[in-house]
């Protein structure tokens, strides 16, 4: 069935390090892609999307690569900073016309 | 602040009562979601409304119920409660249908079920 799941649960980084996190998604007819960072006591937020005819999109300071060969997803946050600290969902569309799939998250934490 | 609101930020209450919870969509919204996100399921879409009409159904109970009002606010009603519902409800709002659309979330209401 559809899936859509993170490799790592939890990244930590130094502050000032690029940090990547990763996103693997099962369904072919995924054409629609969206990052969300939800911080501590908060509602998701929506950081970068990409559609399927793309391979690469930036944004400041995060850049999300797909490849659809292996269906896989990656944020890129650069200079990663304290801020950063959040869970972080991968989101997909699938096939669907109607909602989004949501990844299980990964946790970084930003070391100062 | 996204704009969204919801009420109220905490709700505790026993097995088998009914409770309701509010959202409010920013300014100029007219599509709501209802999203459930606990530990083992992740975020999970539940329903959909746009102005005022259901429009998508996701992975919702049938204890579970939605409605989105004319001044497009949507409360989310639900019945007979068990532990298993305890989980963090978001509320998300955009301007248009369909999940490209950007969602913007509200802060969320936790349900704790005892």
């Known amino acids: 069935g559809e899936s859509v799941g993170l490799h790592l649960p939890t990244l930590s980084v130094q502050e000032g390090d690029n940090s990547i996190i990763n996103c693997a998604y099962s369904n072919s007819a995924s054409d629609y892609f969206i990052w969300y960072k939800q911080e501590s006591g908060k509602g998701p937020q929506f950081i970068i999307d990409?559609?399927?005819?793309?391979d690469k999109r930036q944004g400041q300071r995060v850049t999300v690569l797909l490849n659809k060969t292996v269906k896989h997803l990656s944020l890129q946050i650069a200079a990663t900073q304290p801020g950063d600290s959040a869970v972080y969902f991968c989101?997909?569309?699938?096939?669907?016309?109607?909602?989004?799939?949501f990844g299980k998250g990964t946790l970084l934490t930003v070391n100062p | 602040d996204s704009g969204v609101t919801q009420t109220p930020k905490h709700l505790i209450t026993a097995t088998g009562q009914r409770v309701t919870l509010r959202c409010s969509p920013r300014s100029g919204d007219l599509s709501v979601y209802w999203y459930q996100q606990s530990l083992d399921q992740g975020l999970q879409f539940l329903i959909q409304y746009y102005n005022g009409e259901e429009r998508a159904k996701g992975n919702i109970l049938e204890r579970f119920s939605a409605q989105q009002f004319p001044d497009l606010h949507s409360e989310l009603n639900l019945s007979s409660l068990e532990l298993g519902d305890s989980a963090l409800y978001f509320c998300?709002?955009?301007?248009?249908?369909?999940?490209?659309?950007?969602?913007?979330f509200g802060p969320g209401t936790r349900l704790t079920v005892t």
């Open positions: 998300a709002s955009s301007v248009g249908v369909g999940p490209t659309y950007e969602q913007y």
């Open positions: 989101a997909e569309t699938g096939g669907s016309n109607y909602k989004l799939t």
């Open positions: 990409i559609r399927s005819n793309m």
